[in-house]
Nanobody
Framework: QVQLAESGGGLVQAGGSLRLSCAAS????????MAWFRRAPGKEREFVAA????????HYADFVKGRFAISRDNAKNSMLLQMSDLSAEDTAVYYC????????????????WGQGTQVTVSS
């Protein structure tokens, strides 16, 4: 089972950008479909974006609206989430998740999860 660790969160002003990273260890990340989720204060965890094992397929939540881009670098055993045009509604803890099955990771039932990284957008 792969271990995941997020980084790159922080405080940003509305309209700004952040890039989140998810580093994998213990296994080759290319074995896993990967995804980002987030949990805002007082809300349920929600899907943000997903990427297939070799990056040929991506899937985004509607609220992303072209503002976020998911990518992966299997050679570096990592995944990225480039976020732009951020708003206060994007404030949340962001988690990366991985699973060998696409449907499982997109559905939020991935076998591996990171500890999360806090993103705070000030308005």
């Amino acid at each position: 089972q792969v271990q995941l660790a997020e980084s790159g969160g922080g405080l940003v002003q509305a309209g700004g950008s952040l890039r989140l990273s998810c580093a994998a260890s213990g296994d080759d990340i290319s074995n896993y479909a990967m995804a980002w989720f987030r949990r805002a204060p007082g809300k349920e965890r929600e899907f943000v974006a997903a990427i297939s094992r070799y990056g040929t397929t991506t899937h985004y939540a509607d609220f992303v609206k072209g503002r976020f881009a998911i990518s992966r670098d299997n050679a570096k055993n990592s995944m990225l989430l480039q976020m732009s045009d951020l708003s206060a509604e994007d404030t949340a803890v962001y988690y990366c998740a991985g699973d060998t099955r696409w449907g499982t990771v997109v559905g939020g039932r991935g076998e591996s999860w990171g500890q999360g990284t806090q993103v705070t957008v000030s308005s």
